[in-house]
């Protein structure tokens, strides 16, 4: 992996990160406090091994929920500026755990893709481009600013660098042998059977349900990146940049189609890595 994709992907989960708590933000005595729907006995009795693991969950008062939302909001930003930025990614993925586990019944699969990105990077040079750690240890050597796992060449090589590549390649692949054991996406179907869910379509997402050959086509396409998803570390340099931003247009449409929230853009902060 290039240090200055790993750069990119530490900016944009950061940014990633506050985004997503600014919505659940505008949400939070409803689904994180024992005023609202999900109060912390009936955590604690649904999901038993979950409730262990929140911090959110050591009260049911909106202010402290409140404190834990702005230190998150902290973290995520010395994230992003790359700012003492090993600590910054431990403190944004236990604070992200903690938030995840208070209320499971919110979370999708982008929340899981997000913890993996941040606790790869604990083990990667997050900071070592592009960050103000970068900037403090300007003075030393090249190894120092990129971190252990740098090969000669400037690209990082480690168990974790593998790891963050790998991961997003199962979660494409697993997603396409799912809906290869189904009708609706090997008809066609798929996608308009998305843009049918009203309370999740955009304007542009209603107005494209309108061109069903289109919808089909676009069907074929997203199945056939799927399935081929290995190509991701097969191919390298230009190709694996040109093939990873394939899934990236893929993703931005379906953010401006559908109301998905952060999810779309958490898949394309982890396709960043594929970048040369």
């Known amino acids: 992996v290039d240090p200055r994709a790993l750069a990119a992907v530490r900016i ?20 994180y406090t024992d005023a609202g729907a999900m109060p912390r006995a009936l955590v604690a009795d649904l999901y038993p091994g979950l409730a262990a693991l929140s911090l959110h969950a050591l009260s049911g008062a909106a ?17 992003a500026l790359g700012y ?20 499971p ?7 899981s893709v997000l913890r993996r990105l941040l606790f790869w990077g604990l083990f990667l040079p997050l900071g ?9 240890s300007a003075g030393g050597s090249t190894a120092g600013r990129n971190g252990a796992g740098t090969t ?5 090589a480690s168990v974790a660098s593998a790891a963050l590549l790998v991961q997003m390649v199962v ?8 809906k290869l054991r189904g009708d609706s996406w090997l008809a066609g179907d798929g996608t308009r059977i998305a843009l049918g869910l009203d309370q999740l379509t955009t304007g542009l997402g209603s107005a494209l349900a309108e061109f069903p050959a289109l919808l089909g086509l676009f069907d074929r396409l997203w199945l056939g990146l799927l399935v081929t998803s290995v190509l991701l570390v097969v ?3 230009w190709a694996r940049a040109v093939f990873a931003g394939l899934f990236v247009g893929m993703h931005l449409g379906m953010a401006l189609a559908l109301e998905l929230g952060v999810f779309p853009l958490v898949s394309v902060a982890g396709l960043l890595a594929f970048l040369p």
């Not at 000669?152 to 990082?156: A, C, I, L, M, S």
């Open 12 to 31: 944009s989960v950061g940014l990633l990160v506050l985004a997503d708590l600014a919505i659940r933000a505008g949400h939070l005595t409803a689904f």
């Open 63 to 79: 202010w402290f929920q409140a404190v834990l939302f702005g230190l998150a909001g902290l973290a995520a930003v010395a994230l």
């Open 84 to 103: 003492r930025t090993r600590l910054a990614t431990a403190a944004s993925l236990v604070l992200l755990v903690s938030l995840h586990a208070r209320n």
């Open 105 to 111: 019944l919110l979370l999708n699969a982008g929340d």
């Open 128 to 136: 070592g481009r592009w960050s103000v750690d970068a900037l403090r």
């Open 152 to 156: 000669g060449h400037g690209r990082v």
């Open 171 to 178: 979660v494409y692949a697993a997603n396409g042998l799912f």
């Open 235 to 237: 191919f390298t340099g």
